[in-house]
T-cell receptor, first 107, second 113 residues
């Protein structure tokens, strides 16, 4: 089955710093989504981005489907950005998740 | 506009018991998927329901079963609980289920003792 790998596994930042999270996937996909899981367990859909670039405030995402990777950029990080970031790709109707990147932002 | 709602939020059961978890999809959505998230892992797909039928199933035993009602709400049933079933169970809804954004509920934390 399709494999999803995320890096780095852990990231520690000072407030105001920028970061890039990476997601590699093993097969061609037509549906890729980024999620943020907050410390209370809620999964928030950040982007639906099968290809191209999207921006939403301080967050942006780029997917290069032909090279099988996606990047999530977080600029001017805030403590509320802390949590786990997941990349997920579709296999049929199922979302296959990576293991996530745990981000800790300190003030 | 209500999002995806799940109940209960927490549940404690003992080995061998049965449990039922409930999910109401986001308004306007007709497809419900269930995921299991073990501690420190990404969510794993259990199954998806569309038009009251199971459309796709992940690698989970038959002890896991589900149902979708005409109003699109759904239940997840787990029989003969094992210690390893302890996890956060997440419900997600979407329109159609193939190439749409998924919206997740807050989950049900199940502990099996």
């Amino acid at each position: 089955g399709i494999q999803v790998e995320q890096s780095p596994p852990d990231l520690i930042l000072q407030e105001g710093a920028n970061s890039t999270l990476r997601c590699n996937f093993s097969d061609s996909v037509n549906n890729l989504q980024w999620f943020h899981q907050n410390p209370w367990g809620q999964l928030i859909n950040l982007f639906y981005i099968p290809s191209g670039t999207k921006q939403n405030g301080r967050l942006s995402a780029t997917t290069v489907a032909t090279e099988r990777y996606s990047l999530l950029y977080i600029s001017s990080s805030q403590t509320t950005d802390s949590g786990v970031y997941f990349c997920a790709v579709k296999a049929g109707t199922a979302l296959i998740f990576g293991k996530g990147t745990t981000l800790s932002v300190s003030s | 506009d209500a999002g995806v709602t799940q109940s209960p939020t927490h549940l404690i059961k003992t080995r061998g018991q049965q449990v039922t978890l409930r999910c109401s999809p986001k308004s306007g959505h007709d497809t419900v998927s269930w995921y299991q998230q073990a501690l420190g892992q990404g969510p794993q797909f259990i199954f998806q329901y569309y038009e009251e039928e199971e459309r796709q199933r992940g690698n989970f035993p038959d002890r896991f079963s589900g149902h979708q009602f005409p109003n699109y709400s759904s239940e997840l049933n787990v029989n003969a609980l094992l210690l390893g079933d302890s996890a956060l169970y997440l419900c997600a809804s979407s329109l159609d289920g193939y190439n749409e954004k998924l919206f997740f509920g807050s989950g049900t934390q199940l502990s099996v003792l």
